[in-house]
């Protein structure tokens, strides 16, 4: 589901491949237009603000661009085997997350499940660049000025990477050395010198504080495993201070309350909202201790199992 910003509708994909757009102004929220993929099926859907290109991933790793004032497939298509690295003989899987880059909207990160990103440039219909990684992919997100961005993995790993000029790139190399590879919670095994097991980080936000000018990461797991099972968490990593929000229930999705919409802006943390598989919880970023705020609505979700929020 997203937003489409002061417009009172909603986009939403559903499991049977459909694309819908719903008016919730109107007495009676109303589809007003829908579509439906037959032949690959929807893996992920990326609307920026105020822009009118939907971008769509799928299954099969190819990526759609629909007109959102038409509400009909541009004809714009990339094919999965000009978004993979050339040097690369396998299928690079499902497109896990789309990204626009919030400095230069006609590039775009498209990401797939088993690894590999590629910076795709809309106007020279081009890969510009590869990042390649050897761990499972959980999400992508830019640093507001476009020139980094961070990944998130499977073995609870937080990876950067440097956007080079377009002049420093050779045709369809891949860039294998990230700027860095941190572990948030990751500690070292003393005889062998390895980061011990950690969960995976299912979804990473990067934004820069307004107030100070410091940058700040949000993600959901992470921790070190342990043999009596792991809470479910958020953390919360500010300059050189890092607090874990442990949590009830599993965290299904969570986003950020800041005070500006704009990703290429400096965004200061008002809160972070969690859905949780039976909660929905906002933790208030102002207070010290970060806690809850109260929650005007009894949040039992028992009958019916929440996916998303936004």
């Not at 929807?42 to 099969?60: A, F, H, M, R, S």
């Not at 598989?277 to 028992?302: T, W």
Request: glycine share 6%; aromatic share 10%.
């Amino acid at each position: 589901m997203i937003f489409v910003v002061n417009t009172g509708r909603i986009l939403v994909a559903t499991t049977d491949n459909t694309i819908a757009l719903w008016d919730f102004k109107k007495k009676t929220p109303e589809c007003v237009q829908s579509l439906q993929m037959s032949k690959e099926r929807v893996t992920e859907i990326c609307l920026e603000l105020q822009d009118k290109w939907l971008y769509i991933g799928t299954d099969k790793g190819n990526m759609h661009v629909l007109n959102m004032e038409t509400f009909s497939f541009s004809g714009y298509k990339i094919d999965w085997n000009r978004l993979m690295d050339p040097a690369q003989k396998h299928h690079p899987g499902p497109i896990k997350r789309i990204s626009v880059n919030p400095a230069e909207s006609s590039k775009v990160l498209v990401a797939f499940e088993t690894g590999l990103i590629t910076l795709w440039d809309l106007a020279a219909k081009k890969g510009e660049q590869r990042f390649i990684h050897t761990q499972k992919l959980g999400s992508i997100c830019w640093h507001m000025e476009g020139k980094q961005f961070v990944s998130s993995y499977n073995d609870g790993s937080l990876v950067t990477w440097n956007i080079k000029p377009a002049a420093q790139v050779g045709e369809g190399l891949a860039t294998r050395k990230p700027a860095s590879i941190i572990f948030p919670h990751g500690k070292k095994d003393k005889e062998t010198g390895k980061i011990e097991p950690c969960e995976p980080i299912d979804k990473v936000i990067w934004r820069t504080d307004r107030s100070n000018y410091v940058d700040y990461y949000v993600f959901s797991g992470g921790l070190q495993r342990d043999v009596t099972g792991v809470p479910p968490s958020i953390t919360f990593m500010r300059g050189k201070s890092t607090t874990v929000l442990e949590l009830e229930h599993n965290v299904l999705d969570f986003l950020l309350a800041t005070d500006s919409p704009y990703t290429n802006d400096y965004q200061d943390p008002r809160a972070i909202i969690a859905m949780l598989s039976n909660d929905v919880v906002a933790i208030d970023c102002k207070s010290a201790g970060y806690p809850c705020f109260k929650n005007p609505y009894a949040m039992d979700f028992n009958d019916s199992p929440v996916t998303t929020c936004r």
